[in-house]
Every structure is written in C-alpha cells, then in structure tokens.
C-alpha cells in the first residue's frame, strides 16, 4: 500500500483564496483524520471521521474552515477564504477497524498564504 | 482527554539506551498509551502502544508502571536516526478514539 496520500504537498496561496487540501486514506481504513501543525501550538487535531462520518469538529477552528468525506477513499479540507494565520503544515492521517490501533499519518501539505 | 506530561527535551549518545518518561496520573482503567514520534519534515509514526503490561516490538519498549500513572519508552540502542519528537498520548477505547498530541518531548542524538 502507498500509505496515506495528500496532495498538494506544496501550497502557496494569497489571502481570500479558496484552498482545498486533498487526502486519500489507505485502503480499508474506516478513521480519517485532520491535524494542523505550527511551531506555536503544535499539533492540533481539527477534525475527525468514523465510517465517512464526521464524528468531532471541536478543532475546526472557524466557519472558514470545512471537511468532507464523501467516500471511504477520499478527504478535502477547504479553506474559504484563507488569511496568512493558516499557514501551517495541514497532515492527514487514517486508521483500521475498531481495535486497530495504529494510525498513519501522510507526508502533510505545507500551506503559506500570503 | 486525560492529560500527559513529557520533558521538552532530552539527550542521549548513540549506541547507548535512552529512556523517555511520560507521566499520565488522570489515566483511567481504558486508557491505552501510545507512543508516536515526528522525524523531521515528516509525518508522525506509530512507534507502541500498551495497556498494563509491558511490551516491545522492533521499534522500541514500553514500561508502564503498576499503577499506570506513568510509562517510560525505551529505545535499547539509540541511532542517529532516531532523533525526533516523541509524543506520549492516551487514547480511550470508550467514545472517542481520537489522538490528542501534546507537546512532546525533543530527543536529541550526539554522534
């Protein structure tokens, strides 16, 4: 398996444009998650989905922030419309069945909104 | 989420073990812990995870004490390649199973 694949890796974008980050999950995992990463507040969970459903968003930050996942095999993450404190580096991570603990992190999308 | 608390940083030499403490004292019965670590410009990894026992796999050892309120992660010979972020993390089995990272702790590895 490829592993967790997000695209774009690289994004630069002006303030008030639309940003839509893209992950697909490995195969057969049913947990997808959103995490932004800044030097200031580390690691924070944004957003998580069970079985394409999301089942916590108390970490979107805003309304300009939303996640979907209309299939087991595809996220986005749209930002609309971006302000340069968003730059961060935005990592996708999945993880199998109930009882499966492992979770797999992409290689992550570094935004820079200017 | 029950709350877990690491050293910022620590060094250690390669070749030698190293040690990483967590203390987790608000840990409930269904808690699992698990270790992740960062590599450079790279996502977190899985590293272990436990319950009450110890464990170990390829990657590492996980000591939990009796009483769980805290673990230590051993790396029995560390590598230059192991420098990272090590992130100590409590996950419930009930609810929500979602991975709250903290701050972690920086391990530095001196040739």
């Known amino acids: 398996d490829a592993g967790v694949i997000q695209s774009p890796r690289h994004e630069v974008t002006e303030m008030g444009q639309e940003v839509t980050l893209r992950c697909k999950p490995i195969s057969g995992h049913n947990s997808l998650f959103w995490y932004r990463q800044t030097m200031m507040r580390g690691l924070e969970l944004l957003i998580y989905f069970n079985n394409n459903v999301p089942i916590d968003d108390s970490g979107m930050p805003e309304d300009r922030f939303s996640a979907k996942m209309p299939n087991a095999s595809f996220s986005t993450l749209k930002i609309q419309p971006s302000e340069p404190r968003d730059s961060a580096v935005y990592f996708c991570a999945s993880r199998g069945l109930r009882g499966r603990h492992e979770a797999f992190f992409g290689q992550g999308t570094r935004l820079t909104v200017v | 989420d029950a709350k877990t608390t690491q050293p910022n940083s620590m060094e250690s030499n390669e070749e030698e073990p190293v040690h990483l403490p967590c203390n987790h004292s608000t840990i409930s019965g269904t808690d699992y812990i698990h270790w992740y670590r960062q590599l450079p410009s790279q996502g977190p990894e899985y590293v272990i995870h436990g319950l009450t026992s110890n464990v170990n796999n390829r990657m590492a050892s996980l000591a939990i004490a009796e009483d769980r309120k805290s673990s230590t992660l051993i790396l029995h010979r560390a590598t230059l390649r192991d420098a990272a972020v090590y992130y100590c993390?409590?996950?419930?089995?009930?609810?929500?199973?979602?991975?709250?990272f903290g701050q972690g702790t920086r391990l530095t590895i001196n040739p």
């Open positions: 993390i409590l996950r419930g089995i009930q609810g929500a199973q979602k991975l709250v």
